[in-house]
Structure formats: structure tokens, C-alpha cells
């Protein structure tokens, strides 16, 4: 089992991901997002990479039956009903929806990653129950960061070095790189404060001036649910393998999906 | 003054490189290479990013002047009269020389930011002449690691972590992100011994597995040359500014440029 991290996108082509298992991490906050959506019992999320194609999928559905959602530049876009804020997406707004969801980096990775065998998102919410899925699937395995347009990005890293962390301690002998060994040397130097971490990357201060403060605490939130967004047919929708029970454990407002 | 820096340059179109300070680091070997032979007497180093142009512009030159070099997967190219280890650019044989220089990762890496106001290249062996010069500059930068095939490695970010660590020295309100951030931290925790550090990531096991682990040790040495090498007409030369003196200062076999 080889684990090979990347901590952003753009160089790789749709097609290096072609049967492939891979992991899609964008802690802040699209993976984030997702987890919780499904966790809340929205039936899936539709990650899109364009506005355009967002708004094409959503006019051919049923509106009352899908959510338009989503962010530019961490904020909501025009005429789409919630913006990227896992706070947004509770119980009694997404349960039963269909989420058709753009950011300007966690869904496009997802878009990207497409042709994987096997295509999941994590995030801290799920993190342990991914680790052990992958293990039990024993294959190599892609960490795809979604990273900031491009480029490289703490939390991100930090998250994907708690992913390999979990699954060495689980799979001794699982193999890794360069940037596996950097993201858990950033894990060990940043990750014992996952909510202080992410309010001194980047992104994060970014998201505290644009007003979503209360967004850096559910997102640090570590292994909260069991629940594995799986991309099938287009759609990512709740795992469901034996041995993963698709629930919350403790979501923020008692609810169970 | 801010600095940017960048695990691998495949994500980057040319253009963002337009009116920008930028220094490549590619440690094993390019950027040490481009380094050794300006400070050996070289002319100048002209670094193509394909095999056909390195042929072409060998084609156009006076061929007593100039010595096709350069390598692709660690191996020398066939046809060309060196390889890419800094071992083989001695003063014997570079000096006066115009070097044509096509490696996987660092050659292709200049050319991508050949649009830069200005273009310098960085390795272990003048990195504190370059923080120094950058620091006189006092302008933004970009530091470029050229990466392995699009993906991070670890010898070039501890590089870029010790190249942000010396201007911070001698400019403590110079302005970092994330990847400068990390780098920091990677050099901290894997920076004490750079040799030691160069054997255990997956380029320098690669190159010792091919015969080169003496390349490993020269590549390690810290501070030994004051040569910068600058971009300018299609081509890296020595760097002439007051204050910095185009000198090594302490060779392996004692040749002065």
C-alpha cells in the first residue's frame, strides 16, 4: 500500500486519477461542507467546476428538490441559495436535497479527481473512519489537497498528514514520499491545535475577515461522524460498506442522519 | 517585501512571472550544477526545456564553445558531452565554455519564469549570497522549486525554508504564506544536517541507487560561493553588483573563477 500525497491539482491530468483510489481534502472549507451535507441527510452533493455548469445541472432539476451552493473567493455567489459555510447546511435545510455544489477549489479537485475506481472526501469530521476504509481496502492510495488556486496550503497539509499518520498507525508497512513525510512533520509541528493551526494559514485569516470566524471551529472538529462522501455517478453520496456505519457520532445540533 | 514560494512550477503559466524577482532552486542537481560551473569559468549556462532545442541551439553555436550537457531521469542524454552531476563541471572543462543545459525538473523551471524582472538561481552553495542580494533588492519574490515532475520534494523545499530563514534574518518584516511557512518549519525539523536530509528523500535515494551519491555531498556544501547566476539574453550568467563579489570562496579543488 502506497500513499502519495499531493498538495494541489492543477499539474495533474483528469487522467492520472484513472483507477485510482483517492482522497479529496479541502478543510476549508468544501470537504468540510460535504461531509456535513450528507451527515444532515441531503441524498448527495453534485461537485461542479464551473458557475456555468452549476447553473445548467440546477435548471434541469427539480428546484425544490436540489440546493444551488456554493462560493468565489470564500463568498456566496449571486443568486445561489447558500454559500459555503458548513453551518448553512443543517438538518432542516438539506435533508432529502440534492446539493449542487461549486468552490473555487474543493469541487473542482473533486471534478478533477473524476475518473478515480474509488473517489472519497475527507475531512476532520471523518478522518479515523476514512483512515480505516482505505486500510481495510488496502490499495494505494491518492491524498488529493485542493489546495489555494494552485498552490500550496497549510490546512490542507496538515489534514492530509493526519490522514497518513492514522493510516501508518493502522498499516505499518504502508509506504510514503516526500510529501507525506512533510505533511506529518507539518502535522506534528501545527496539528496539536487544529483550530489555532487553521487562524494562522492563509485561508483561514482570509475566512475570519470575510466574518466566518464560527466556520475555523466546525471545521476543526476531528472525528465527529463515520460518514465517507463515495463520487457515483457523477454524485457524491454516503458510503455504504459494511463494517462503516454511515451516522454522525456528535453533530453539533444532536442530529442523526 | 513579500515572499511567495512555490513547491513546484507546473501549475504556473509563464506569464505570471511577468516584471516578478525570482529564484529557482532545483538542489539535485540543475541549480547546483548551474552554480559549479559559473564558479569553474563557464561563460554562461543556457538552459532549454527540450532535448530538440538543447540539439538546435548545439547546432547553431561553434561547437569548440559550447558543451551540450545535461540529463533526463538522473541519466546523461545520449549524444551530449556531460551529464548532470556537478562532479563533471570542473574548470578543465567548462571554463569559457557556454554550457547548453537540459535536465528534467530545474532547466525547464528557469525557462518557465524567463519572463521575470529578475531571474537568479539558488543551491545550498550561494544561498547566503543570494538572501543578501534579495535583501538589497528589497523586492517581492517568488522562490520557484522546481519539483520533481510537478510534484513537491523535500531538498528543494528545506532550500526555499533555508533561503526565506536568511533574508528573515536580515529582514525581519519580510512577509511570508503558507508554503513559506511550512518550508520553515521542514528546514527546522530536517535542515541540521543536509546531507543526511539529501539521502533520505526519494530524488536522493534515486540518485545513489544510479551511482551518484557523491553528487549528494557537493550538493550538501553550505555557503562556499558568492557566484549568482542571473538570467539575462536567453541565458544565466554570473551576476555583477557591488557588494557581491563573483567568487567562490572555498572550492573543492581550490579553483578560483
Same mark, same amino acid.
Request: aromatic share 6%; proline share 2%.
Given at each position: 500500500?502506497?500513499?502519495?500525497?499531493?498538495?494541489?491539482?492543477?499539474?495533474?491530468?483528469?487522467?492520472?486519477?484513472?483507477?485510482?483510489?483517492?482522497?479529496?481534502?479541502?478543510? !476549508?472549507?468544501?470537504?468540510?461542507? $460535504?461531509?456535513? %451535507?450528507?451527515? &444532515? =441527510?441531503?441524498?448527495?452533493v453534485i461537485p461542479v467546476s464551473t458557475v456555468d455548469f452549476a447553473m445548467k445541472v440546477s435548471g434541469n432539476a427539480f428546484s425544490g428538490q436540489t440546493?444551488?451552493?456554493g462560493e468565489?473567493?470564500?463568498?456566496?455567489?449571486?443568486?445561489?441559495?447558500?454559500?459555503?459555510?458548513?453551518?448553512?447546511f443543517s438538518h432542516e435545510v438539506?435533508?432529502?436535497?440534492?446539493?449542487?455544489h461549486y468552490t473555487t477549489n474543493g469541487s473542482k479537485a473533486v471534478v478533477k479527481a473524476k475518473f478515480s475506481e474509488n473517489l472519497f472526501v475527507a475531512c476532520f469530521h471523518n478522518l479515523p473512519a476514512v483512515a480505516k476504509h482505505l486500510v481495510e !481496502?488496502?490499495?494505494?492510495?491518492? $491524498?488529493?489537497? %485542493?489546495?489555494? &488556486? =494552485?498552490?500550496?496550503?497549510?490546512?490542507?497539509?496538515?489534514?492530509?498528514?493526519?490522514?497518513?499518520?492514522?493510516?501508518?498507525?493502522?498499516?505499518?508497512?504502508?509506504?510514503?514520499?516526500?510529501?507525506?513525510?512533510?505533511?506529518?512533520?507539518?502535522?506534528?509541528?501545527?496539528?496539536?491545535?487544529?483550530l489555532k493551526m487553521m487562524k494562522e494559514t492563509e485561508h483561514g485569516k482570509l475566512l475570519i475577515e470575510n466574518g466566518f470566524s464560527a466556520d475555523l471551529k466546525v471545521c476543526s472538529e476531528y472525528g465527529i461522524t463515520n460518514i465517507i462522501p463515495y463520487f457515483i455517478s457523477g454524485a457524491l453520496k454516503k458510503l455504504d460498506v459494511p463494517g462503516i456505519h454511515s451516522e454522525t457520532i456528535a453533530s453539533k445540533d444532536g442530529e442523526k442522519s
Amino acid at each position: 500500500m502506497k500513499i502519495n500525497v499531493h498538495y494541489s491539482n492543477q499539474h495533474l491530468d483528469e487522467l492520472y486519477f484513472t483507477g485510482k483510489t483517492t482522497v479529496v481534502i479541502d478543510i !476549508l472549507r468544501a470537504s468540510t461542507v $460535504i461531509v456535513t %451535507a450528507l451527515a &444532515n =441527510g441531503a441524498k448527495e452533493v453534485i461537485p461542479v467546476s464551473t458557475v456555468d455548469f452549476a447553473m445548467k445541472v440546477s435548471g434541469n432539476a427539480f428546484s425544490g428538490q436540489t440546493l444551488l451552493c456554493g462560493e468565489r473567493n470564500t463568498k456566496k455567489i449571486e443568486g445561489f441559495v447558500l454559500g459555503n459555510s458548513p453551518l448553512e447546511f443543517s438538518h432542516e435545510v438539506v435533508n432529502g436535497k440534492s446539493i449542487i455544489h461549486y468552490t473555487t477549489n474543493g469541487s473542482k479537485a473533486v471534478v478533477k479527481a473524476k475518473f478515480s475506481e474509488n473517489l472519497f472526501v475527507a475531512c476532520f469530521h471523518n478522518l479515523p473512519a476514512v483512515a480505516k476504509h482505505l486500510v481495510e !481496502l488496502n490499495k494505494d492510495v491518492e $491524498i488529493l489537497c %485542493a489546495g489555494s &488556486n =494552485g498552490n500550496f496550503n497549510l490546512e490542507d497539509t496538515v489534514c492530509a498528514g493526519k490522514l497518513v499518520s492514522e493510516i501508518l498507525f493502522l498499516k505499518e508497512d504502508a509506504e510514503i514520499g516526500d510529501a507525506g513525510r512533510a505533511a506529518m512533520i507539518l502535522l506534528k509541528t501545527l496539528g496539536k491545535n487544529l483550530l489555532k493551526m487553521m487562524k494562522e494559514t492563509e485561508h483561514g485569516k482570509l475566512l475570519i475577515e470575510n466574518g466566518f470566524s464560527a466556520d475555523l471551529k466546525v471545521c476543526s472538529e476531528y472525528g465527529i461522524t463515520n460518514i465517507i462522501p463515495y463520487f457515483i455517478s457523477g454524485a457524491l453520496k454516503k458510503l455504504d460498506v459494511p463494517g462503516i456505519h454511515s451516522e454522525t457520532i456528535a453533530s453539533k445540533d444532536g442530529e442523526k442522519s
